[in-house]
């Protein structure tokens, strides 16, 4: 084991001598500075130290201004004063410049070996606090780390069950097939483009894609029925929003989406259902969705009509602003180009394709 190095400053070669002495024989390694300026030069060249006994009185830089200087690039390092002051106002200010102790001259051979032990262990102390403290900041940065990625595993393990979920409702009404999908894609594309935040995003996300969730509480006849809904029929299908935020509500991680899906038939300014809520009364995200989801309904095809342009829809939309959409959301939606939506109905309808051609595939192997 390597002895602790102390280095021992003192303008006077008889006082250094001894100190050293009596250092070197209880088997520390000792190195002499006549100045406070050598110590420095000492200890800049890089040579390590565990501990510095230093002189007050000292010409040209005194053992206050060596302490100033060693605590400021030494930390580390801790500082005895050794003077023959008997003044506590001197001791005192040596400590508050950051001295570990003092010690008086002239002092015995155990009182400056007993000093020194307590310096460096105070020394040790520190130094093993700080490797623990490094050591468990790691290891809770490590842990959190683990609970984030599980956290991201569980919520992608979620978003694919919410995405089987919307599956099955397309399937439940095979005349909006991929619906979900391209109003949750053109939902998503309107909030960034308003600088959402990423979480904000995909908890609207959620709700876009889930809009729909109260179809699984309306009867088939209803919902499937090819001619014109009756006035009680009608009814029903007003009670699709509310529907789908009972079923939403009771899950922790949807309580925000199921408060898009309960408000996404409301209008600007008041008139639509199931509440009545006007203006910012209505969740931003539900705003955001109404606007996505009349795109989608101008420009897809229906039995009844064929779908129409991005332009005819914009232009209908932008008559609505204020009525029926939120005039904010009209207004970064109208800067927008218009072949973002094409490319993104493109490319659901290639993912719907593929998905589909993959089925028939496993369906003809089985």
């Not at 406070?36 to 010409?59: C, H, R, T, Y």
């Not at 002051?85 to 001295?99: E, F, W």
């Not at 102390?125 to 490094?134: D, F, G, V």
């Amino acid at each position: 084991m390597l002895s602790e190095r102390i280095l021992v400053v003192d303008d006077e070669e008889p006082i250094r001598e001894i100190v050293t002495s009596m250092l070197s024989n209880a088997g520390y390694e000792c190195k002499q500075a006549a100045s406070g300026l050598e110590a420095i030069a000492i200890l800049e060249s890089g040579e390590q130290f565990e501990l510095m006994l230093s002189d007050l009185m000292m010409p040209e830089l005194d053992g206050i201004g060596l302490l100033e200087r060693t605590k400021e690039k030494f930390p580390d390092m801790p500082v005895v004063m050794v003077t023959a002051v008997h003044d506590i106002s001197v001791a005192l200010a040596a400590l508050r410049n950051g001295a570990y102790d003092y010690l008086l001259k002239p002092f015995e051979r155990d009182q400056l070996l007993a000093m020194v032990r307590r310096a460096l262990e105070n020394r040790r102390l520190k130094l093993e606090n700080r490797a623990y403290q490094t050591n468990l900041e790691s290891l809770v940065s490590a842990r959190t780390e683990q609970l984030r990625q599980a956290m991201t595993d569980l919520e992608r393990s979620y978003d694919i069950t919410l995405e089987a979920l919307g599956d099955a409702l397309d399937l439940k009404d095979a005349e909006t097939e991929g619906h979900s999908k391209r109003v949750t894609a053109f939902t998503i594309a309107i909030a960034r483009a308003m600088g959402l935040p990423s979480d904000k995003i995909r908890v609207i996300a959620r709700g876009a894609f889930l809009h729909d969730i109260g179809k699984m509480a309306i009867p088939d006849a209803i919902l499937r029925k090819p001619g014109a809904l009756t006035p009680d029929e009608k009814e029903i299908m007003k009670e699709l929003c509310y529907r789908g935020y009972q079923i939403l509500k009771k899950i922790p991680f949807l309580l925000e989406a199921a408060e898009i899906v309960h408000a996404h038939q409301e209008m600007y300014d008041g008139t639509g259902y199931p509440r009545g809520l006007k203006g910012e009364e209505i969740p931003l995200g539900a705003r955001i969705f109404a606007l996505a989801d009349t795109l989608d309904a101008i420009t897809s095809d229906r039995p009844y009509r064929a779908g129409r342009s991005v332009a005819v829809a914009r232009e209908e939309i932008q008559r609505f602003a204020g009525i029926q959409f939120d005039p904010a959301v009209v207004k970064v939606f109208m800067a927008m180009p218009e072949s973002i939506w094409t490319d993104l109905r493109r490319e659901i309808d290639q993912q719907i394709y593929r998905f589909a051609y993959a089925q028939k595939v496993a369906i003809g192997n089985a």
